[in-house]
């Protein structure tokens, strides 16, 4: 039976008046008979690591494999070797290393089960949740299949003078990418990340989360199978401030997700290297639901943006403003629908929402939420840890009457918590919105797309949805994605996703004459020709 065929079974009683319970259907995987050795030895097979560390469920706490950790001269030898294989990968035509980014593509669609299992294991989200990075790795691998060649062609460029003067842009691999994924999205931010600085001509040094490991390796395996060089990608693991550090400490440019005061050490690092880096870093998202919004749409779109892989996504919203008119109504309809949501751990589709990823993510829920009650807030549903389900299960919750200094009002809180407050019209909802030092994500909820697409220019973040809560913008590839403020610099996906892992280069042919005094003209005839053509050059508008 596959995946979409597997019935979805009726939830289980809801403990004490909570969330209920998403029950596995009958023959259901487990995390046995998902990692088996033979998988585990033929993802790991050429990573380099002389020591051992292991992974873990947080579905249950149980260890899912044990895997090489690397050591920082590990880390060198993978960068050596790497090194050597991006040369000969570097000659082929960007068109010819395009053609592996289509072959995965069709690949990862035919074997998706497999990565969904090891994505839902690895993470503690549901199947669904699972799936949109399924789809982004796919959308990625055909936009840039289709796209490199183009995004990466010689350009010709007008001339200091022209006819005398050709100027071609050539757009040069950088060399070897260093990146440094986390454990949230741990297909989408590997492979989604890896695959333009392929497409570009770059080898890739990349160190995952330990804990979502096996999801980067079988990525790195099945981009093998699609005809990648095995040498080109090289995946290290082992403690973020031990192999980290290692990794920038080798690379050409450094492409970084994760924490924003993590992001500032790659940043200082990459300073003193005076190399490149590109950083999405932390979010404190807001929603904006304006008075002639669809509201019965909104709180749909409100579950969706709070609660998507038990809100660990950078892009989630944390921040819900609502006009004061509409407060009440579409507050009712959020919380019921929240209420709603199935907990659940089976591999299988059907579970609304999973689990937090570690006992540290579930402290800092606990502890927003227990200090936001105890100082005022008020709690309109969710708000308990949910251990009959899973150890770092927390319900889907929303907090009405948050203050400053509230922690969860301004810090970054990464789990199934969501704030709500009123505003009484656009230009206060602008300003709240806009009263954060992050700038990553913003949606706004209306009936008029015009007013919709107004209000959000007017927000300063990098991304903004019109209706939908963040699928819209970070699926529509060919159009960048990043942060502003402290959510970090540089953008993935479109143009700028894959000409961050070039170098621009500048080639100029002289022709007939040099640009110096010639023909027999003194300093000053030469002078006054240069200033004759730079007079007709801007009357005939050129650029």
């Excluded at 259907?25 to 088996?36: C, E, H, L």
């Excluded at 019965?296 to 008119?325: M, N, T």
Aim: aromatic share 6%.
């Amino acid at each position: 039976m596959t995946d979409s065929q597997a019935p979805v079974q009726d939830a289980a009683p809801a403990a004490a008046g909570g969330n209920p319970v998403f029950t596995a259907p009958a023959g259901t995987r487990t995390a046995a008979d998902v990692v088996t050795p033979e998988l585990v030895a033929r993802l790991t097979r050429g990573v380099s690591g002389s020591g051992v560390t292991a992974n873990h469920t947080p579905f249950g706490g149980d260890r899912l494999a044990e895997l090489p950790e690397s050591t920082p001269e590990d880390v060198a030898e993978a960068v050596a070797r790497a090194r050597t294989a991006q040369r000969s990968w570097a000659a082929l035509s960007p068109r010819r290393r395009a053609a592996v980014l289509l072959r995965f593509h069709d690949l990862v669609l035919a074997r998706q089960s497999e990565v969904l299992d090891l994505v839902q294991l690895e993470t503690g989200k549901t199947r669904l949740h699972a799936h949109e990075e399924v789809q982004i790795a796919a959308i990625s691998a055909r936009h840039y299949g289709r796209k490199a060649p183009s995004y990466l062609r010689p350009r010709r460029r007008t001339g200091a003078v022209p006819v005398l003067t050709k100027v071609t842009e050539l757009r040069q691999p950088r060399g070897v990418i260093g990146m440094i994924t986390p454990w949230n999205y741990p297909l989408a931010l590997s492979v989604g990340d890896a695959l333009p600085a392929f497409a570009a001509g770059n080898a890739v040094v990349m160190k995952p989360d330990t804990e979502t490991a096996l999801t980067a390796l079988w990525a790195r395996r099945l981009l093998i199978e699609a005809g990648l060089p095995e040498e080109l990608w090289q995946i290290v693991l082992g403690d973020g401030p031990v192999v980290g550090p290692a990794v920038a400490a080798h690379a050409d440019y450094i492409s970084f997700t994760g924490s924003t005061p993590t992001g500032r050490e790659v940043a200082r690092n990459a300073a003193d290297r005076l190399i490149g880096c590109s950083l999405e870093l932390g979010g404190k998202n807001a929603m904006i639901v304006l008075r002639d919004a669809d509201l019965d749409k909104a709180a749909d779109g409100a579950v969706r943006a709070c609660f998507p892989s038990a809100g660990q996504l950078c892009i989630a919203a944390e921040r819900l403003y609502v006009h004061e008119s509409v407060a009440d109504d579409f507050l009712e309809r959020f919380a019921a629908r929240a209420r709603a949501l199935r907990l659940g751990t089976a591999l299988a589709y059907g579970a609304d929402m999973g689990s937090l990823a570690s006992e540290r993510q579930l402290a800092t829920v606990r502890r927003h939420v227990d200090e936001a009650v105890e100082k005022g807030a008020t709690l309109v549903t969710g708000g308990r840890h949910r251990p009959d389900v899973g150890p770092f299960f927390y319900e889907p919750t929303i907090l009405d009457g948050v203050r400053e200094p509230m922690a969860v009002c301004t810090e970054e809180t990464f789990g199934p918590v969501v704030s709500v407050y009123r505003f009484t019209d656009e230009d206060e909802a602008v300003e709240l919105a806009n009263a954060t030092d992050y700038g990553l994500n913003s949606s706004v909820w209306t009936r008029d797309g015009r007013r919709g697409r107004a209000l959000g220019a007017r927000l300063c973040t990098g991304s903004v949805n019109v209706n939908e809560s963040y699928a819209a913008g970070y699926g529509s590839v060919q159009a960048p994605m990043g942060g502003m403020g402290q959510s970090g610099i540089g953008r993935r996906n479109g143009a700028e996703g894959i000409l961050k892992y070039t170098e621009a280069q500048t080639v100029a042919q002289q022709r007939i004459m040099p640009l110096a005094p010639s023909f027999g003209l003194d300093d000053e005839k030469y002078a006054a020709f240069m200033s004759l053509s730079l007079r007709v050059m801007k009357a005939a508008r050129l650029r």
